[in-house]
T-cell receptor, first 113, second 110 residues
Framework: AQSVSQHNHHVILSEAASLELGCNYSYGGTVNLFWYVQYPGQHLQLLLKYFSGDPLVKGIKGFEAEFIKSKFSFNLRKPSVQWSDTAEYFC???????????FGTGTRLQVTL | DAGITQSPRHKVTETGTPVTLRCHQTENHRYMYWYRQDPGHGLRLIHYSYGVKDTDKGEVSDGYSVSRSKTEDFLLTLESATSSQTSVYFCAITPGGEQYFGPGTRLTVT
């Protein structure tokens, strides 16, 4: 079955530290890839997406992600986190022409001052 | 904002009672989705719709039914609520490949 893995369940960083959150998906051909963020008490918001082209994708709030096809990965990065980045982050994958997204279980990021 | 509203936003109900959650969109999108979010499980798809009266099951559809009689409304019904259905429920639409989510409904079944 197609699946999405986020191996980091809870990450704690100090402000200004660099961030990298892992996302791996099972093999399945053509994919569209997404990262969503959920701030406490809020709904999911799209951070960035990859459909095709440049595998390095830039999103909102200084986030970026790199699609590495050979590793089935789409890791999220930010050079310097802020306290306001404290949230839960979800990776999601859409395979081929499917109309559904499959989500990872999420990574909770806590940024300390 | 993607033009999605959900009602109610919070609900407490008793085991065995029927519950209906409503998702309303203002943008005439064909696809609509219902998810539940639980700690440690991320978001799991319950049901989705690809048009009026056209629906299909997701990965956790047992105990849930849906209906879509108008493009703008997608209803999720728990015929007989159980404590395992205590969760936060999100509706989503797909304007252009990515999904946009509503504000969520927090349902507690006592």
């Amino acid at each position: 079955a197609q699946s999405v893995s986020q191996h980091n369940h809870h990450v704690i960083l100090s402000e200004a530290a660099s961030l990298e959150l892992g996302c791996n998906y099972s093999y399945g051909g053509t994919v569209n890839l997404f990262w969503y963020v959920q701030y406490p008490g809020q709904h999911l918001q799209l951070l960035l997406k990859y459909f095709s082209g440049d595998p390095l994708v830039k999103g909102i709030k200084g986030f970026e992600a790199e699609f590495i096809k050979s590793k089935f990965s789409f890791n999220l990065r930010k050079p310097s986190v802020q306290w306001s980045d404290t949230a839960e982050y979800f990776c999601a994958v859409k395979w081929g022409t499917a109309s559904k997204l499959t989500f990872g279980t999420g990574t909770r990021l806590q940024v300390t001052l | 904002d993607a033009g999605i509203t959900q009602s109610p936003r919070h609900k407490v109900t008793e085991t065995g009672t029927p519950v209906t959650l409503r998702c309303h969109q203002t943008e005439n999108h064909r696809y609509m989705y219902w998810y539940r979010q639980d700690p440690g499980h991320g978001l799991r798809l319950i049901h989705y719709s690809y048009g009026v009266k056209d629906t299909d099951k997701g990965e956790v559809s047992d105990g849930y039914s849906v209906s879509r009689s108008k493009t703008e409304d997608f209803l999720l019904t728990l015929e007989s609520a159980t404590s395992s259905q205590t969760s936060v429920y999100f509706c989503a639409i797909t304007p252009g490949g990515e999904q946009y989510f509503g504000p969520g409904t927090r349902l507690t079944v006592t």
